[in-house]
T-cell receptor, first 115, second 115 residues
Framework: GDSVTQMEGPVTLSEEAFLTINCTYTATGYPSLFWYVQYPGEGLQLLLKATKADDKGSNKGFEATYRKETTSFHLEKGSVQVSDSAVYFCALSERGGTSYGKLTFGQGTILTVHP | ETGVTQSPTHLIKTRGQQVTLRCSSQSGHNTVSWYQQALGQGPQFIFQYYREEENGRGNFPPRFSGLQFPNYSSELNVNALELDDSALYLC??????????????FGPGTRLLVL
């Protein structure tokens, strides 16, 4: 079945540091890939997405590139802020599956940014 | 445009009781999915509703059931509550299938505590 693996966490950085959160996936077809963010006590917010190989999703300074050859979708940001502190989830959805857009999530990575 | 809303925000029940959680989908969205997020984990797919019928189900027992109404809102019902049912329950809606947009948008969740 489909699966998503995120890097072991948590991640602690100083403000303005470079961020990378690794994500790899296993899927039978050609999934769409997503990053969602969850702030304390809240639901999930879509951060960015990519729907085909070599697509780059970007939003609020975050970027991720769909790499089919390495089955990866790593999240990066050049300069993190304290307000980026949250839990980040990598997810995939298979096209053409029984459940339209059903998401399979990784375990999440806790990011803490210190001033 | 109104986003996905869920009610109640918090709920405390005792083992063996039944609970109903509610979700209103985002305007223009006709597909609703439910997820369970245990503490410290990624969300797990429970089931999806489309055109008032269940359209795919994850690895959850039959005591988890749902409904979708003509206005696309949805309910999640859980019978015979167990301690392990304590979690954040997330509802997500997605646009009409003919748009080809499978991205899911999440509500803030209902936090259920079973004692």
């Amino acid at each position: 079945g489909d699966s998503v693996t995120q890097m072991e966490g948590p991640v602690t950085l100083s403000e303005e540091a470079f961020l990378t959160i690794n994500c790899t996936y296993t899927a039978t077809g050609y999934p769409s890939l997503f990053w969602y963010v969850q702030y304390p006590g809240e639901g999930l917010q879509l951060l960015l997405k990519a729907t085909k190989a070599d697509d780059k999703g970007s939003n609020k300074g975050f970027e991720a590139t769909y790499r089919k050859e390495t089955t990866s979708f790593h999240l990066e940001k050049g300069s993190v802020q304290v307000s980026d502190s949250a839990v980040y989830f990598c997810a995939l959805s298979e096209r053409g599956g029984t459940s339209y857009g059903k998401l399979t999530f990784g375990q999440g990575t806790i990011l803490t940014v210190h001033p | 445009e109104t986003g996905v809303t869920q009610s109640p925000t918090h709920l405390i029940k005792t083992r063996g009781q039944q609970v109903t959680l509610r979700c209103s989908s985002q305007s223009g969205h006709n597909t609703v999915s439910w997820y369970q997020q245990a503490l410290g984990q990624g969300p797990q797919f429970i089931f999806q509703y489309y055109r008032e019928e269940e359209n795919g189900r994850g690895n959850f027992p039959p005591r988890f059931s749902g409904l979708q109404f003509p206005n696309y809102s949805s309910e999640l019902n859980v019978n015979a509550l167990e301690l392990d049912d304590s979690a954040l329950y997330l509802c997500a809606s997605s646009p009409a299938r003919q748009t080809g947009q499978e991205t899911q948008y999440f509500g803030p969740g209902t936090r259920l505590l079973v004692l």
